[in-house]
């Protein structure tokens, strides 16, 4: 064989040996990016899938920029505050003594008020807790009306006044989580009718006129032992002792403030049921000295609630 043939066999055969090579390497590179890079394991020793995603780099996503809504919240209640304390002022300050046609202006002008606050005024966004509470009061302000324009008894309108004074305790509680500065007249007086050191006027609604001790001392304001069969006497001294027992089950949440004033009621109520018990029992002795002992207690009570509020009392 010539030299010349035997050099090309030998070219030829290097040849097809390179392409072998490379053809298995990159087989080998598909199989190892398949079932993870040599030397590359878990924890367990087993060989680790690369993830190629993770070894693309990428750019954070762009970020919108938000718009900040500033809140003018102040603004908003310096233009509201007045026209809705008129309202609210005029609605707490009715009383059995109003003329039925000054309560019926009245409730016209709080209803014209609140359909325009509703619809036409322009709160901004923070001020939705505001604005919802004072339609909530709105909303009371003008079932308190109702109470004085149908017949109703002085314990249900004063206990409509009370929650009236609690939906506007929460407005006042809005505005200042809002940290908006309220020192309006009425608004501080609506929270210290609840939260004053001494909230002696609230009491006296909540608890002599709206629980219906008042009513109940009206209607009876004078024993008359000699014109009372037994069975009124009895049906009398039940409801003396149930007033009396409830008198001394809530003092304990009472205010301290108006500790003696109660004191004087429960003594007030706690004589005439000895009084009635006396007579039921053919006592006569005592009876008097209980029904003497009834007017003292009651007049003390008045006097007492009058020192904490000149506006309370007879």
Do not use: H
Request: aromatic share 8%.
């Amino acid at each position: 064989m010539k030299s010349g043939s035997i050099g090309k066999d030998i070219i030829q055969i290097i040849g097809i040996g390179l392409v072998l090579t490379v053809i298995l390497t990159i087989i080998s590179i598909g199989a190892s990016l398949a079932i993870g890079i040599p030397g590359s394991t878990d924890a367990n020793g087993t060989p680790a899938a690369v993830n190629l995603a993770a070894m693309i780099p990428t750019s954070p996503p762009p970020t919108a920029t938000p718009t900040e809504i500033p809140c003018t919240i102040q603004e908003w209640w310096d233009k509201n505050s007045a026209p809705m304390g008129e309202v609210f002022t005029n609605a707490r300050n009715t009383t059995i003594t109003t003329r039925v046609p000054d309560v019926q202006k009245a409730q016209a002008a709080l209803k014209v008020w609140q359909t325009n606050f509703e619809v036409s005024d322009v709160a901004p966004p923070c001020a939705k807790p505001a604005k919802d509470a004072a339609l909530v009061a709105a909303k009371t302000a003008d079932d308190l009306y109702n109470f004085y324009t149908t017949p109703t008894t002085d314990a249900q309108r004063a206990q409509q006044s009370i929650q009236l004074a609690d939906k506007l305790l929460l407005l006042y509680d809005a505005l200042e989580n809002l940290k908006v500065t309220a020192t309006d007249a009425w608004l501080v007086e609506v929270r210290d009718y609840t939260r004053s050191d001494c909230p002696a006027a609230r009491w006296y609604t909540e608890n002599f006129i709206g629980k219906g001790y008042s009513d109940f001392i009206k209607t009876n304001p004078k024993l008359d032992i000699t014109k009372l069969t037994p069975a009124q006497m009895t049906d009398l001294l039940k409801q003396f002792r149930t007033l009396q027992s409830s008198l001394n089950t809530d003092k304990a949440a009472f205010p301290e403030c108006v500790n003696q004033a109660a004191d004087y009621l429960i003594t007030y109520f706690k004589a005439g049921a000895d009084a009635l018990n006396s007579a039921l029992n053919n006592d006569l002795a005592s009876v008097q000295g209980s029904l003497t002992l009834m007017p003292t207690a009651l007049n003390s009570f008045y006097a007492t609630v009058k020192t904490l509020d000149p506006t309370l009392g007879k």
